[in-house]
């Protein structure tokens, strides 16, 4: 989720001092332990920054305080430890009450039985039906909902607009082709010189590469959680990055590798090397309290020269909680959620100062109101992108922008051809289907 100022992303330093327990989160919030408790709840979780950490925190304390007989245990951490965590405690069958997941984790674990579907609490006391429908679709497999979206997120590039008035390099309208962004990051590269690029290397992105695959009439996975694509499509999103590496618009391997992680200040963005980053609208408050120069959303190019032009984007939820189908405390945990979402006092614990976007019409409308100069970005995005709305992100698998990742950087280092690397990725996913 977005960050705001002095914020950074939730790191494996943070894990380590917020995991195991979260002893250092507990006694942040005041969640001390209840010698009297009827409901004693874990709250496992993943969370994107301290600024999310402390909201999140914040509310389960004061939901604890409205109801004397429930403790509530928080184990939040960042996404890589809490997923492994889960998957421990899921095959022992002790996953926690209530947890984070995402698109990829619910179709893993409603497949499994873990989660609980949460149809007999849909509308009351959860209305969700103002919530964005890529977000609900997010929490939703064959037609149960499985998780409550609690952010709504959406592909974008963000960009520096100084680089562009700088260079004099025109930035084509939010309707363009991957060919235009190549041309347009070989541009820039061009006019700013040595060690500085126009983009990002983004083939190591799992969104993009769906964006892209869209273009292409494909799909990273089908509603079936299957492959949507064949191996010659992973093959030219491999090729179009090594072109555009040779062509100087993108960074080579040994600088790329240089930001790789969760650690957004070490982007090309941040660090001054690049004029371009493709990423998730969840990433651009971060971006934005990393640097003084102004930041700008621009949605992914939408297709290829000769072809038709279409909206490709999706909104989804990059953040919902789901419950552990074998806890004891659902309907005490529906009443939590309910708090955090729907209760003024809970909503204004949970979202303001945390960067996260709501998926509701209403809580997006509050925010853009009352929140900062970067929700007010974020949100003008994503209603631009409900215009005309594309079909859903699919579950798929998890570990997906390591097994790119490790992929991208082979063909970058001359270690394999696109096509080599191509059958590595899919060979590697699809082990896991």
Request: charged content about 25%; glycine content about 10%; overall charge neutral.
């Amino acid at each position: 989720m977005s960050r705001r100022p002095d914020s950074r992303r939730f790191g494996r330093r943070d894990a380590l001092r917020h995991g195991a327990g979260l002893m250092g989160g507990l006694a942040l919030a005041g969640l001390t332990p209840r010698a009297f408790a009827q409901d004693r709840i874990r709250f496992g979780g993943y969370v994107e920054s301290q600024e999310q950490l402390k909201q999140t925190l914040a509310t389960l304390k004061a939901y604890a305080d409205r109801n004397p007989g429930v403790e509530i245990v928080p184990e939040f951490t960042n996404f890589s430890a809490f997923t492994d965590k889960l998957a421990t405690e899921a095959a022992g069958g002790n996953a926690p009450d209530m947890f984070s997941v995402n698109v990829d984790l619910l179709g893993e674990y409603a497949r499994r039985g873990v989660l609980a579907p949460l149809n007999p609490w849909i509308p009351k006391p959860l209305d969700l039906s103002d919530y964005v429908d890529g977000a609900i679709k997010a929490g939703t497999l064959k037609g149960e909902l499985f998780a409550v979206p609690n952010d709504c997120i959406a592909p974008a590039i963000t960009l520096k607009p100084a680089v562009f008035e700088e260079t004099g390099v025109p930035l084509p309208d939010q309707m363009w082709t991957w060919e235009q962004m190549a041309e347009t990051a070989v541009a820039v590269s061009k006019a700013k010189g040595k060690r500085f690029w126009g983009l990002e290397d983004a083939g190591a992105n799992y969104i993009p590469c769906d964006i892209f695959l869209r273009a292409r009439g494909k799909s990273m996975f089908t509603p079936e959680r299957q492959f949507g694509f064949g191996r010659e499509d992973m093959a030219e999103w491999f090729a179009y990055w090594a072109r555009l590496r040779d062509a100087g618009g993108v960074p080579p391997g040994e600088v790329q590798a240089l930001a790789t992680g969760d650690d957004l200040s070490l982007t090309g963005l941040i660090s001054g090397r690049a004029a371009m980053f493709a990423s998730l609208t969840d990433n651009f408050g971060g971006l934005q309290a990393l640097t003084e120069d102004p930041l700008a959303l621009h949605m992914l190019p939408n297709g290829f020269q000769g072809g038709t032009l279409s909206q490709h984007h999706y909104t989804y939820a990059g953040n919902s909680t789901g419950l552990w189908a074998k806890s004891a405390h659902k309907d005490r945990m529906i009443d939590i959620i309910r708090f955090m979402h729907f209760e003024p006092a809970g909503i204004e614990l949970y979202y303001r100062n945390s960067g996260m976007v709501p998926a509701s019409k209403a809580g997006r409308a509050a925010l853009a109101t009352e929140g900062t100069d970067a929700d007010r970005k974020i949100i003008a995005y994503i209603d631009l992108l409900q215009q005309n709305p594309a079909p859903p992100r699919y579950p798929g698998v998890t570990g997906m922008t390591n097994m790119l990742r490790r992929a991208n950087e082979a063909v970058a280092f001359g270690k394999l051809k696109p096509q080599e690397a191509a059958d590595q990725f899919i060979d590697e996913a699809k082990a896991r289907l």
